[in-house]
């Protein structure tokens, strides 16, 4: 098992970015590559065992949701399927991977702004961690950054 993380300070307020984060099924709303995003069996998007199904860059994942807490402003979504490697297909690819991954909110007092730390668990295969764990270091800056769009196109709108 390897553990990617990552965090910064977002320039918004914590209920704003939380009210964007907080429904498992709004994640095309902020995750760029994201097309279609559908919650299946007639869940919320904040009730824990609800399974998401989307398409990210045109690779169709189903995740459910493992933990919400609109309290302590985190939630936790879990693999349903394992998740093939994206890009490599020879015979020295990674081993599709398992994962859990947990979205965390705090307050930064000072300017009002919002604490993030994303961290993703991996179940890998013994060979692939490091190859797993570099994919995941690359995407959720990746992911935090295209969060951060979605709040200022947001903040624009609201103007």
């Not at 394992?82 to 000072?110: C, N, R, S, W």
């Amino acid at each position: 098992m390897t553990r990617a993380y990552y965090s910064t300070v977002l320039d918004h307020p914590l209920d704003t970015v939380w009210s964007l984060i907080r429904d498992f099924n709004n994640y095309p709303a902020y995750i760029d590559g994201v097309s279609e995003s559908v919650i299946e069996d007639d869940r919320r998007g904040d009730e824990i065992g609800a399974i998401r199904r989307f398409c990210y860059l045109g690779l169709w994942v189903r995740q459910r949701l493992a933990g919400h807490s609109d309290a302590q402003h985190s939630l936790t979504y879990a693999s349903i399927e394992p998740l093939p490697f994206p890009q490599d297909t020879g015979a020295d690819a990674p081993k599709p991977t398992g994962y859990e991954g947990t979205m965390h909110l705090l307050p930064v007092i000072e300017g009002n702004r919002t604490f993030i730390e994303w961290s993703v668990k991996l179940e890998t295969a013994p060979g692939d961690a490091d190859r797993w764990h570099t994919q995941f270091q690359a995407w959720i800056p990746d992911w935090t950054d295209s969060l951060i769009r979605a709040l200022a196109r947001r903040e624009v709108a609201i103007r």
